[in-house]
């Protein structure tokens, strides 16, 4: 973000904006937006004057630069006439999140950078500027780089998602993408809760579908299998799981149901398969609540849901 | 019977604590509380209590200043020497003390440490009797004549840890997202500077501009060594006058001074309180 923005030099490699190499540019020549995780909002300039500032740096003329202002502040939703006048200080942390959006793009940046500007706040705060910050970005059309540790943001705001793990980058891709189909343990946690169960063996069924051997059960994979015919690990979200109080037709999983529980509309609930492995579920159904701790149930896999983890 | 005891101790060390306490202040306002008690006497003799109070020597004071012709006792151009010194040196520690300030706070090179500790205390702690021979020794050698300025350059030496302890803390409170933003809104790194920077820490400058000003102001020491006849600093006019002519006159200018640097602190405090300088 900071070598992007121009703050800090590479040490190494190049970096292209819009196919344009920017080494060497100094951050004020480079027309790169950068909202701070701090916000960086001046405590000494009330709102107008922090939202036009940048104007002012770039020589734009005084009656510009009010309208300007005015224009940004109602996109943030900050009428000038009423925040306008205000120092900082007098601001709650969601509206100095919008000072500093405000300001960002006053300038009409070619590339908005975030560097996880809502981490400060709340969470309810958080997904409505969230939201909001996405239709602002959508409305403007203006390319926008949001760093967060976040996965819910991530998936919310983005049309495409970079996992990077450890300075690297692990995988790109749309947010269902990722989420779907994740490439590697790392990106699979990462994104929510998956279920990772040991396979014991896999065999190929008549139509082509891949299965696989798990505990005393079975359950088909999404995925080609190459070459391989034992062991691996196949991924599951817990809410592809679904609870059978029968044993259904063609393959399936059982266990013991250990622990259940209710929150925000969801059971979760934890099952025990008979080798000892534990599956997550998490359903709108109360199967697992009805039937209670201890009993036995079947698990079902929505289908295409299983996948192999590659790595 | 314990419980007696260590109340009674507590007792008897909270009278000592407060007696102690009442004695030191008296040590310390006893002669200023004096200086300003003889000023107003009606006699020329040196009696303590002032047998009468009277504004004679207010008014001789006065008539000593407003006088063009009284050439003798210059104590109007010692005042206006003494301005123009504490301003001078205010002047050169400000323009020298906030870029040297922020290159101690922002830059991470080699022994800055060391650079900083040095300059925050050295000058505090050297001797300001060996500084002035060193300087009396130094401009004679050298048999430059600056006038004026050969004060304004020692006392600037003992000023800027003043100037630069204030501008270093106001630096520190800053947070460097804040230059950072404004660099990515445009604005280059000397308005980074002048536009964030500066009036973020106006308030150190301004209290160490005051400390400056008054320490330079009241300065004894080294101006005794640096005066020469056309530069006659007011500290080194008191000393002479005390010496010489020991009239009650020196107690009025004396408690005038008092009462410019008491102005001055009043009127710095009030504009840029403790609390902003601190920020």
Not at chain 1, 6 to 17: A, F, H, Q
Not at chain 1, 104 to 116: H, K, M, N
Not at chain 1, 253 to 282: A, K, M
Not at chain 2, 67 to 89: H, K, P
Request: charged share 20%; hydrophobic share 45%; with cysteine.
């Amino acid at each position: 973000m900071r070598l992007i923005a121009g703050l800090d030099e590479p040490t190494g490699g190049d970096i292209e904006v819009f196919g344009k190499s920017v080494n060497g540019q100094p951050p004020h020549r480079r027309n790169i937006g950068l909202v701070f995780q701090s916000l960086a909002i001046f405590p000494h300039m009330s709102v107008h004057k922090n939202v036009a500032f940048g104007l002012r740096m770039k020589g734009v003329e005084r009656r510009t630069i009010d309208q300007k202002v005015e224009e940004v502040l109602d996109l943030v939703h900050l009428p000038a006439a009423e925040y306008g006048a205000r120092m900082p200080s007098q601001l709650s942390g969601g509206q100095l999140q919008r000072v500093a959006l405000a300001r960002t793009l006053a300038t009409e940046p070619s590339l908005v950078l975030f560097d996880e500007p809502m981490a400060a706040l709340d969470r309810r705060l958080r997904d409505y500027m969230a939201v909001e910050l996405r239709s602002i970005q959508k409305s403007l059309n203006v390319a926008a780089v949001y760093v967060t540790h976040d996965q819910e943001t991530a998936s919310a705001m983005s049309d495409r998602i970079v996992i990077m793990e450890a300075g690297k980058v692990v995988q790109v891709g749309t947010p269902e993408e990722v989420y779907e189909r994740p490439g590697n343990r790392f990106v699979a946690t990462f994104l929510g809760d998956m279920n990772f169960l040991e396979a014991g063996s896999v065999g190929v069924w008549s139509d082509g579908s891949r299965t696989v051997h798990i505990a005393d059960g079975s359950l088909v994979v999404a995925d080609e299998i190459s070459g391989r015919r034992e062991g691996g690990s196949v991924m599951v979200r817990p809410e592809h799981v679904e609870l059978m109080t029968l044993e259904p037709n063609g393959p399936g999983l059982s266990g013991r149901i250990s622990e259940t529980q209710f929150s925000s509309g969801f059971y979760r609930s934890r099952i025990c398969l008979s080798d000892g492995q534990e599956v997550l579920t998490r359903s709108t159904e109360n199967t697992a609540v009805v039937c209670g701790v201890g009993a036995k149930i079947w698990l079902k896999i929505k289908q295409g849901r299983a996948r192999m983890l590659r790595s | 019977m314990d419980e007696n005891t260590s109340i009674g101790r507590a007792g008897v060390e909270a009278t000592v604590i407060k007696a102690l306490t009442w004695f030191l202040l008296l040590l310390l306002l006893l002669p200023i509380a004096m200086v300003l008690a003889m000023s107003f006497t009606s006699v020329t003799t040196l009696q303590f209590p002032p047998p009468e109070l009277s504004l004679r020597w207010y008014a001789d004071v006065w008539s000593m200043v407003s006088d063009e012709q009284n050439d003798f006792t210059r104590l109007r151009e010692s005042f206006e020497t003494s301005f123009v010194i504490a301003a001078a040196t205010s002047l050169v520690c400000l323009v020298a003390g906030v870029p040297a300030s922020y290159a101690l706070v922002r830059f991470r090179f080699l022994g800055h440490r060391v650079v900083e500790e040095l300059l925050l205390s050295v000058p505090i702690i050297f001797p300001t009797v060996v500084l002035g021979v060193a300087l009396l020794v130094i401009v004679s050698m050298s048999g430059l004549d600056l006038g004026i300025f050969q004060i304004v350059v020692a006392h600037s030496i003992i000023g800027l840890p003043f100037m630069m302890r204030n501008c270093v803390a106001a630096l520190h409170g800053i947070d460097p997202s804040l230059q950072e933003a404004a660099k990515t809104l445009g604005a280059s790194s000397i308005r980074a500077f002048t536009e964030i920077i500066l009036p973020l820490i106006r308030g150190g400058m301004s209290s160490g501009v005051l400390l400056v000003f008054i320490l330079s102001f009241n300065e004894f020491t080294l101006s005794y060594f640096l005066y020469t006849i056309d530069v006659f600093p007011l500290s080194i006019w008191l000393f002479q006058q005390s010496n010489t002519s020991f009239s009650p006159a020196i107690f009025a200018v004396s408690s005038l001074m008092i009462v410019i640097n008491i102005a001055v602190i009043l009127i710095v405090d009030k504009a840029f309180g403790t609390q902003k300088a601190a920020r």
